[in-house]
């Protein structure tokens, strides 16, 4: 009995180290972490989202194939060749393949084959995943911001990872760029402020971002918060920093705008005009100093071509606004004009879904919504307004009289002639032409008329109104016109008088 009772204890010792070694060797698993999701900008067709890493335990050594998807592959994925990588601990990065499973033909899934796996405690990254974001894809709810979520799915393997809500949490999608505004808008040919170019700026365009990170140098790969990427262990460079495309409409004859080589924000990032979209070298043709100097670095835009700011500093850390300051030369301008500028984020893929960018470009942006247009310019029409206090043609009476464009002078001043309308008023009301009279008057040049021969047997007073700064009059009344006469005849000089609608000057005012 005794014997018995030993056997059957020592049967439980063994039992309970079977039990006990069981238990040790615990399940595998995977946990994921993203971090904190990268701010992602609406506009952007190639935002980079966030590096998965996943920590995985008790793990049997195996080769495993990856596929991943955002928001269940109705984001398309927009990853350059090779930039989609896994890395496993330390070892060579695998890199991934885009899938196209859609019948547009964006790739909807990233596919890394043939991943070897050891065992034991190993880091799995999945990194270099870009996605087009645009609302079309990601449409921002109420609160003004999408989420895109990535799933991670294993085959030909075994790799229990960890997936809550859907999938890793990898970007916050957010609207980058801010309303356009400008300082300094209205730019009159009349004003001195406009004719001399060294007496200051005349208008800056302000582009605000509206998160810290919408502005990104172009690289190296590792500087956090780059169009590169702080964590692809290939390398990979991008094509150029985020770039400001600047395009003019409805810049006038006459009229000519210059812009800066190089802007800085207010947070002191600059931004480089470039001559191409994507490109990262400097405009080093064409630029002028407009007021004949040598100390601006200017060039002279027109309407309907597109400029590039290449950003090539910035301040990750704050919202920062780029200032865009703007000369322009007005001095042959003689009526309203209503100039537009509109700014969005550059480059511009030429196609809504590209597998990759068409362009070949990292970044691309998507023009739709990114691109804020308003007046910059509202100038007044220059005039000159005379007053010729007598004008007759009666009791044998003529008069004639002249208005001379006196723009050109030795002191710098360059404004062209233009056409003056004759109003005439007599207290009767008779021989008051139906349409009022016009003289064109040609620059540095004068027209001439006689009463006779644009209301004959008037008698009053007259206004001419002449859209033309720098404009003078002279009227001379002779009972001798064309022939003899009593000699009787008199002349004075018209007077200048201010405009009345406050929105122009006349010359008293300017000082010539």
Do not use: W
Not at 93 to 120: D, R, Y
């Amino acid at each position: 009995m005794a014997d018995f009772r030993k056997s059957l204890l020592l049967a439980a010792v063994a039992l309970v180290g079977i039990v006990g070694t069981a238990s040790a060797q615990s399940a595998p698993a995977c946990a994921g972490t993203v971090g904190a999701p990268p701010s992602l900008r609406s506009e952007g067709q190639t935002e980079l989202t966030g590096a998965i890493v996943l920590n995985c335990t008790n793990l049997t050594a195996s080769t495993v194939n990856f596929d991943v998807t955002l928001n269940n592959g109705t984001v398309p994925i927009t990853s350059p060749a090779g930039e989609a990588v896994v890395q496993v601990n330390a070892n060579t990065p695998v890199a991934g393949s885009e899938i196209s499973l859609t019948s547009n033909g964006f790739a909807n899934a990233v596919a890394f084959n043939g991943v070897a796996i050891p065992a034991g405690t190993v880091t799995i990254t999945i990194s270099g995943i870009r996605a087009n974001v645009n609302p079309t894809y990601v449409p921002l709810n109420s609160g003004g911001f999408g989420q895109v979520l990535a799933v991670v799915s294993v085959s030909n393997g075994t790799l229990p990872i960890n997936q809550v809500n859907n999938g890793f949490f990898v970007g916050i999608v957010l609207p980058g760029l801010g309303a356009v505004t400008v300082n300094s808008v209205t730019v009159s040919s009349c004003g001195a402020g406009s004719v001399s170019l060294g007496a200051g700026v005349n208008f800056t365009v302000n582009v605000p971002e509206l998160f810290p990170t919408v502005f990104k140098i172009q690289g190296p790969n590792g500087v956090a918060d780059s169009e590169s990427g702080p964590t692809n262990p290939t390398g990979f460079i991008a094509s150029s920093g985020t770039q400001l495309g600047v395009t003019f409409a409805n810049i006038p004859t006459g009229v000519s705008f210059y812009l800066p080589a190089t802007i800085t924000s207010t947070a002191g990032g600059t931004a480089v005009l470039v001559g191409t979209p994507g490109s990262t070298i400097p405009i080093v043709s064409g630029l002028v100093d407009p007021t004949g100097g040598t100390n601006f670095a200017y060039y002279p835009a027109t309407s309907g071509t597109t400029y590039y700011y290449n950003v090539t500093a910035t301040n990750p850390s704050v919202s920062e606004s780029f200032a865009i300051p703007f000369y322009n030369t007005s001095i042959t301008l003689s009526s309203s004009f209503a100039t537009t500028v509109s700014v969005s984020l550059a480059p511009v893929a030429t196609a809504a879904d590209p597998p990759i960018p068409t362009t070949g470009l990292v970044p691309t942006f998507f023009g739709g919504g990114s691109t804020a247009s308003l007046t910059t310019s509202a100038a007044a029409g220059c005039q000159t307004s005379l007053l010729f206090p007598f004008l007759t043609n009666q009791a044998g009476f003529d008069t004639g009289f002249s208005i001379d464009a006196s723009g050109t002078d030795p002191f710098g001043t360059n404004f062209a002639g233009g056409t003056c309308t004759i109003y005439l008023y007599a207290a009767d009301g008779a021989n008051v032409p139906a349409t009022a009279p016009t003289l064109t008057i040609p620059t540095s040049g004068e027209g001439h008329a006689t009463i006779s021969a644009i209301a004959p047997n008037f008698q009053g007073y007259g206004i001419a109104v002449c859209n033309f700064t720098y404009a003078h009059g002279y009227a001379f009344i002779s009972d001798g016109f064309m022939g003899g006469g009593r000699g009787l005849s008199e002349g004075y000089v018209a007077l200048v008088i201010n405009d009345r609608n406050g929105a122009s000057y006349s010359p008293e005012v300017l000082g010539h």
